[in-house]
């Protein structure tokens, strides 16, 4: 295996070829088969260096480590020249543009961070949040720009829901995509208002959503059984007026500040009293504001306001619970989240956290037929990776993301890949959020995609990212088993399967470690390995 | 919420062990028909795609948009594509469209838009009024398009599109009715039909198994894993896309990767609808080995969602759009189907005519659409909005056309063409019984 610079960091891939701790280990606060799971929904896929470090710790102070640590970041992605023409002139080298102007080093090291960082539920918590609160590099293009929003994530991940809402109310990168930045307070003589774009998505997307919730997030229903809107348009003009008045902060060197500042991503946005509307405003649950507030006053009134609105908790809970445990939470599952959001300090991301990963339901599903959730693309490849001690710098990971519909930090729009109430196709009482990318096409990519990783001799290292060490699966562990085909497939059922593989699933991993002659071993791990990857039951975590 | 599965058993218990009511025998004059469902997501502005040329009618318009390059959206009247006839211009960039419409075989339907019944603005401003749930909500408004059921308050909403709801009205073949290029939506789910995502690239096919997977054992161990019955309903759902997907690759396969005769029609329109249109065509050309008589298409743009900048950001749209279906009409003509394909236009909703802070608009309603077609009867249909600020259409203040045309009115006239009977036409689109005029007679 070669070592690489990055490589060399991680402990992980120094693990080598342990298959795991002994779980008959006295040690072992917790089965083997539990641990792997709990990885599948709190990680980026269990490796064997994890499963000992969960199974060891027990639960409870594994998700304690897990909230103490921090490791993952953006490196590299300094501040440039927003005009690439002058940052990349003629004769500049031809990876230029890709590692200055697109969002390339940041989806690398995204990859990279999630295959090899320690801080995984940190890191599987901002991917969580970046795909709720989301800000796409269909517009944000610059690294920078797109790293500094995602810092938000991983630095507030076990923080509070307060403080991602006024960072991300002030990011210029959201700023730039849903038009606060620059929105400037009404101007009747030019017939011209306040923007409502941040302010209606922050309400629809990133809050509270179209309909006011119980805590176990079904609708409420008025006296004639009907569901009540949770806001109106006019409370979105009343917000969107809140919101004026703000620019990006001065460029470095720059000669002039004033409203209208040019883009500048290194610094939450300025206000301009001049050009807040200075009018009252309505916001949510019958508040008004006050004329006459300063911009930042008015501001973090507005937050306060939706912030305390009681569908914050199951609205983000129950995405959270989506995003890493499962597509069909029962209401009660989201009720005991929202009582964690609620509970002081209200908004405290830990208490979320802990509550959806500890909870009842999670450890031990009351409806097995309906738990659990398809993989979204990024995990699926991640998973896989990590679970079969894989090892990669993040760079072809990020190509076959995108190919699957799932480029990280850029989906079409600001309603994400996809939404959370897609419905299931085959049956649409229940949500099926990722299968909202899946479809024929890409079932076919996903074939392809895993029939390179599954390949035996990867991809190789791309020359033009420095300290690249490309993406590989070493099956040489699994060719030594397969001349025992019952033992590589009992290995493959624990290692992608936490041991829950169905009687048929092994059945037919057997079946296909034995098609190819037994003088030749990496065929039959091939086969098996490749068979188990495309399989409902791994494709569906459960 | 209602299931699919429960519908569908309500249905069969209607009909007994009969199989569902099939469409309506193909009509005189041809046995093919599609219909091209062009989405523009995010909220075209059809305010400065259809614009009025006659003097008043402009110079309203002109003063609600405001000064272009001091934060207005007016364009220049002497830019616009004028209509012969029909008392509109279109957008520069849609100049190609001009040319079909010249050939009378382009309608544009104004200000059309989701709607539960005809709604006047008195009746929207009165209590209680039945409104579509959500509106200015992006999904809610693109649902109710796709969808053809525009809900308001707590009635159940449909987990199926219009076009799913025709594909559902015969038995599926091995390759489905509905078909897009442009990944999942809701059009094209019906209760029991599914519609199916190609791409526009080469290669539709599992990989994997060996070039040849019929003959490959390892194939044949995935194909009885698929068949599995999966008692868990997230892998349920991912088996049945993945045997749907194989089922139909081989013919599918086949047309995607050929040439296609009309590919010169789109050479240099290198954009995402041109290249997606191209390969519906394709499709068509494929038609007979596909072994299909009515198809139903699904493409698509994004970024219509102009908050700002949008004269800039809407003329790149526009730009990639109107070459492409111009392309795309044209390749109907030489593959000798323009009598038998019809396109049309859909999106979210309209964005306000009045101008909002950072050179663009927001979210709106009632907005207008294009369907063309050699069966098409062109010519402008409905009325133009008056566009006053607060005035007799605008249901705000700055500019939200109150529908005068219903979308399920606009899509019942395309299934009707489509070959969908009179009886049928109300099953897919329950709320068309509200509406006195079913048919807009854009075929005549």
Known sequence: ?????????????????????????????????????????????????????????????????????????????????????????????????????????????????????????????????????????????????????????????????????????????????????????????????????????????????????????????????????????????????????????????????????????????????????????????????????????????????????????????????????????????????????????????????????????????????????????????????????????????????????????SPATVFNFFPPDYDLPDNPSLDGPAFGVFNASAAFKLSGVLATALNGKGVAADPSVPGAIGTHIDLSRWQALAATPATLVAQINRLLFAGRASAALQAALLKAAQIAPANKPLERAKAALFLAAMSPEYLVEN | MLTRRHLLSHAAALAGASALPSLAAPLAGGDYRALVCVFLYGGNDGNNMVIPMDASGYAAYARARGTAGAGGLTLPQSSLAPLNGGGVGLHPALTPLADVWNQGHLAVQANVGPLVKPLTKAEFNAANALVPSNLFSHDDQQNQWQRGQSFGGNAATSPTGWGGRIADLQPAGVVPMALSVSGNNVFMNGMAAQGLAVGTGNGFAIRGFGGNPSTNPLYALYQSLLQQPYANAEEHAAASVLKQAISASNALNAALTSGGSVAGLFNGLNSGIAQQLLTVAKLIEARASLGVTRQLFFVSMGGFDTHNDQLNQQNQLFSELGPALKAFYDATQQLGVAQAVTTFTASDFARTLQPASGGGSDHAWGNHHFVLGGAVKGGLYGRMPQLVLGGPDDMSEEGRWLPTTSVDQMSATLASWFGVGAADLNTVFPHLSNFAVKNLRYFG
């Not at chain 1, 799971?37 to 199974?55: C, H, I, K, N, Y």
């Not at chain 1, 109106?232 to 500042?261: C, S």
Request: glycine share 8%; hydrophobic share 40%.
């Open chain 1, 1 to 409: 295996m070669k070592h690489s610079r990055l490589c060399l960091l991680v402990a992980a891939c120094l693990s080598g070829t342990a298959l795991a701790a002994d779980p008959t280990q006295p040690a072992a606060k917790m089965a083997e088969s539990d641990a792997r799971r709990l990885l599948g929904q709190a990680s980026f896929g269990p490796t064997d260096a994890s499963v000992a470090e969960l199974m060891s710790l027990g639960r409870e102070a594994w998700l304690a480590s897990q909230f103490a640590r921090s490791d993952s970041d953006f490196s590299g992605v300094p501040y440039v020249n927003p005009n690439a023409a002058e940052g990349c002139p003629a004769g500049s080298r031809p990876t230029c543009r890709r590692d200055n102007y697109t969002l390339f080093p940041v989806q690398v090291q995204f990859f990279a961070n999630a295959i090899n960082q320690p801080d995984q539920l940190r890191q599987r918590t901002a991917l969580a949040l970046s795909e709720i609160l989301v800000v796409s590099g269909n517009v944000i293009k610059l690294p920078n720009a797109m790293a500094n929003y995602q810092r938000i994530f991983l630095r507030h991940s076990f923080g509070n829901f307060r403080d991602v809402l006024r960072e991300v109310t002030l990011s210029p990168a959201m700023g730039r995509y849903l038009n606060m930045a620059n929105n400037d307070k009404p101007n009747p003589a030019k017939g011209i208002q306040p923007n409502e774009n941040y302010a209606r998505e922050v309400l629809q997307l990133f809050t509270i959503g179209l309909w006011q919730l119980n805590p176990d997030g079904s609708q409420k229903l008025d006296g004639q059984g009907q569901p009540i809107p949770s806001y109106d348009q006019d409370t979105v003009e009343g917000f969107a007026h809140a919101f004026t008045g703000w620019t990006y902060a001065p460029r470095p060197g720059a000669t002039r500040n004033r409203f209208g500042n040019p883009s500048y991503y290194d610094a939450p946005m300025i206000a301009f009293e001049d050009h807040h509307d200075t009018g009252s405003k309505k916001l949510l649950n019958g508040v008004v504001l006050p004329g006459g507030q300063s911009a930042r006053a008015d501001l973090e009134a507005a937050l306060d306001n939706i912030f305390n609105h009681p569908n914050v908790g199951p609205f983000i809970g129950r995405q959270l619970i989506q995003q890493l445990v499962t597509a069909n939470p029962s209401p009660a599952y989201v009720e005991r989240v929202t009582q964690a959001f609620n509970a002081k300090p209200r908004g405290d991301m830990k208490a979320v956290l802990r509550a959806i990963l500890t909870d009842t339901e999670a450890l031990n599903p009351a409806q097995p037929s309906r738990f659990g959730k398809l993989r979204e693309p990024i995990v699926q490849l991640t998973h896989l990776l990590r679970a079969l001690g894989g090892s990669s710098d993040g760079v072809w990971l990020r190509a076959q993301a995108a190919a699957l519909g799932q480029p990280v930090y």
